[in-house]
């Protein structure tokens, strides 16, 4: 089975544009989650869809938001983007049906905001 | 609110030695376990889960329930084992997100 891809790998934006990243989840996987990678703060939740519905959200302000889509590929929107926003997206899939959920994660997309 | 804690941010170990990496959690109930691992230039991957209680690539680790602890351990470092190391927590109540620690480098010595 082909593995999480997220595209694009790289971005670079400027303060107060807007960045939509994608993500496509293995074959069967109902559930997406992302998370923010950064030296200082490590792994942190954003969000997770899974059926289209946002099941679980982290700590993020309304700036930070997601969907999810019949074929489970999900997006996620940065608005006004921040200096501080500058970090690896890493979205992962499950199948996230009952017993133990195990993620599944992309190689990541690589933001930087000048 | 669940809390994972990696005290190390850098480990470094001479091949051949043993290795810990340390987790600690906080977290009222029974939680679920787990340790990942990210190479250099590669994505995070799942090294192992408590409720698995198996060893793979010659690492092991015990949840310790009195301690909150889910050490990391190896008894023979080796090069390729040079990674960063991530402790996560997922509460056993549904489908909950994994809380991550900060991680911790650990860096094999030839």
């Known amino acids: 089975k082909a593995g999480v891809t997220q595209t694009p790998r790289y971005l670079i934006k400027t303060r107060g544009q807007q960045v939509t990243l994608s993500c496509s989840p293995i074959?069967?996987?109902?559930?997406v989650s992302w998370y923010q990678q950064t030296p200082g703060q490590g792994l942190q939740f954003l969000f997770e869809y899974f059926s289209e519905t946002q099941r679980n959200k982290g700590n993020f302000p309304g700036r930070f938001s997601g969907r999810q889509f019949s074929n489970s590929r999900s997006e996620m929107n940065v608005s006004t983007l921040e200096l501080g926003d500058s970090a690896l997206y890493l979205c992962?899939?499950?199948?996230?049906?009952?017993?133990?959920?195990?993620?599944?994660f992309g190689a990541g997309t690589r933001l930087s905001v000048l | 609110a669940q809390r994972v804690t990696q005290p190390e941010k850098l480990l470094s170990v001479f091949k051949g030695a043993p290795v810990e990496l340390k987790c600690n959690y906080s977290y009222s109930g029974s939680p679920e376990l787990f340790w990942y691992v990210q190479y250099s230039r590669q994505r995070l991957q799942l090294l192992l889960r408590h409720i698995s209680r198996e060893s793979i690539k010659g690492f092991t680790a015990d949840l310790n329930k009195g301690e909150t602890s889910f050490h990391l351990k190896k008894p023979f470092a080796q090069e390729e084992d040079s990674a960063m190391y991530y402790c996560?927590?997922?509460?056993?109540?549904?489908?909950?997100?994994?809380?991550f620690g900060k991680g911790t480098r650990l860096s094999v010595i030839a």
């Open positions: 992962a899939s499950s199948l996230a049906v009952g017993g133990t959920n195990i993620q599944y």
């Open positions: 996560a927590l997922r509460p056993y109540s549904g489908n909950t997100p994994l809380v």
């Open positions: 074959s069967g996987h109902r559930s």
